[in-house]
């Protein structure tokens, strides 16, 4: 399956590492967007979600000024299915806190939590899995 | 002369009133009722009552389930019942259940009455102490948490993407962009460094002792140019310090500095990078014993709703510049210490005012 990527991520480095693992594991991705903050990811998700017709997978932050991940995920639960349907959230964090996970796996929207730093061999079991469910 | 314990008495015979309070008004502040209502007042109007002498047998109520009824209203107040009755059964019901302190049988005599209120004093003065204890250690775990919170984000943010960025470097070729990730990861360690400096002040600040010294506000400001020089410069941020110190300020100098070396940086940091002309300007004043610190900047400005909590552990109002969200709580405990002031006043795109009262010791 062809994916796009957005990384919403405060860190340079993540966001760079990210793009990397990408670049590094998947051949056919689209392409990849990158969102220092959650609320300009908001923004691009409610006005440029027609442009493309690409199932988008979302790497998403927890912890970040202005709207943390968790706010995120509640503003895009809001959102019309047919612009929801377009988007995978995986969390990524570096957070070890339990009530972290189960905070967040408690939206439906949100497919799993992956722990910091994001490998290689992490991405190719998130696309391996997507590719067994979508066949 | 330290003042007088506050004391309640209750009792529906007058004349029992009028005996305690002239027996003891010398050494007491002695307030009296002769009815439940006037002693709920009394104990809603002095929150300083210590003691409270209650009759056992009132109209409609005894002095037992009256002080039943108000030991979770008013827990603080020590309360003694007063009896002419040999009523050992419900006395020993009431003091085990916590209700009262202690009893003193009628026909009361003045030093029997004398001891138990210096007794119940010092019941009352432990549990106080108690109280703020508590408070304190309540407001440590609180922090505690906080704390355990940051670590996640904080320490092991930079730390997993480091690592990220080793494994990622494995498979890039090209030197370019090898020299970028690097770059990056500098950053990352620098924050976290600074993350580490941030946490040794605020530990400094909670646990630290202050050491009084005379202050030249001359030489503070001549260290933080040579610090903020540099800044300025590479950030094209006009820069200037005015000192008008003409008496002796005595304070301590390590938390002085803290504070203004948190708020330059965060005049520096904060600033509005399509602005033409960046300015920030700092004036000290001496005057009266005390000294008024102004840090003024250009900046992109503190939304309203923010303000408030701006000076909170680890809040971040915004996302341009990587904060660890420890430098204006670390300015607020540091003004906490010295008994001192801040005031901020903000405008959106305009640039934000910090206003430092500290007195000299």
């Known amino acids: ?135 | 002369m330290p003042t007088k314990i506050n004391i309640l008495y209750i009792d529906d015979e007058p004349e029992n009133l009028v005996g305690f309070k002239a027996t003891l008004r010398m050494d007491y502040q002695v307030f009296t009722a002769s009815n439940i209502p006037d002693a709920l007042a009394h104990l809603e109007n002095n929150p300083d009552i210590r003691v409270v002498f209650c009759d056992q047998r009132m109209p409609g109520i005894t002095g037992v389930e009256f002080f039943e009824q108000i030991c979770t209203s008013y827990p603080l107040p020590v309360r003694i019942l007063l009896t002419a009755y040999n009523d050992i059964g419900s006395m020993i019901d009431a003091i085990n259940k916590g209700n009262i302190f202690r009893y003193v049988t009628k026909p009361w005599n003045e030093a029997e009455v004398v001891s138990a209120i210096e007794e119940a004093n010092k019941f009352y003065l432990a549990n106080s102490m108690l109280l703020v204890k508590n408070d304190e250690l309540q407001k440590a775990y609180n922090e505690l948490n906080k704390f355990a919170y940051s670590v996640s984000h904080d320490i092991r943010g930079p730390i997993s993407g480091i690592l990220g960025a080793i494994d990622v470097a494995r498979g890039i070729d090209d030197l370019q962009e090898v020299k970028e990730m690097l770059y990056l990861m500098e950053k990352s360690l620098k924050k976290l460094d600074a993350y580490v400096i941030s946490m040794h002040d605020y530990y400094n600040l909670q646990r630290g002792e202050l050491h009084i010294d005379s202050i030249d506000f001359n030489k503070i400001i001549e260290e933080m140019k040579a610090i903020y020089n540099v800044v300025s410069m590479v950030k094209g941020v006009n820069f200037t310090a005015v000192v008008k110190q003409n008496e002796v300020f005595r304070g301590d100098e390590v938390p002085i500095k803290l504070i203004l070396n948190n708020l330059l940086s965060n005049a520096f940091k904060y600033q509005d990078k399509n602005s033409k002309n960046k300015s920030v300007d700092v004036c000290i004043e001496v005057e009266n014993n005390m000294v008024t610190i102004h840090v003024k900047d250009t900046g992109i400005g503190i939304l309203g709703t923010h303000v408030g909590e701006i000076f909170n552990l680890f809040y971040r109002a915004n996302s341009q510049e990587s904060g660890s969200g420890f430098g204006l709580y670390n300015v607020k405990s540091a003004l906490l210490k010295l008994n001192g002031q801040i005031e901020v006043s903000s405008v959106m795109h305009k640039g934000t005012t910090f206003k430092v009262n500290i007195p000299s010791v």
């Open chain 1, 1 to 135: 399956m062809k994916l796009s990527y957005m990384l919403i991520d405060e860190n340079d480095l993540d966001r760079f590492v990210v793009r990397k693992v990408i670049e590094q594991t998947d051949d056919r991705f689209g392409n990849i967007k990158t969102m220092n903050n959650a609320r300009d990811a908001l923004k691009d998700i409610e006005t440029k979600s027609e442009e493309t017709n690409d199932i988008t997978l979302i790497f998403l932050d927890l912890y970040m000024p202005l709207i943390n991940g968790f706010q995120f995920v509640q503003e895009f639960e809001k959102l019309p299915s047919f612009v929801r349907e377009k988007y995978l959230i995986y969390a990524l964090t570096a957070s070890i806190d339990h009530n972290d996970h189960s905070r967040m796996m408690r939206f439906d929207s949100v497919r799993d939590i992956v722990e910091k730093p994001l490998t290689k061999s992490k991405l190719t079991g998130i696309l391996q899995e997507l590719d067994t469910v979508t066949k």
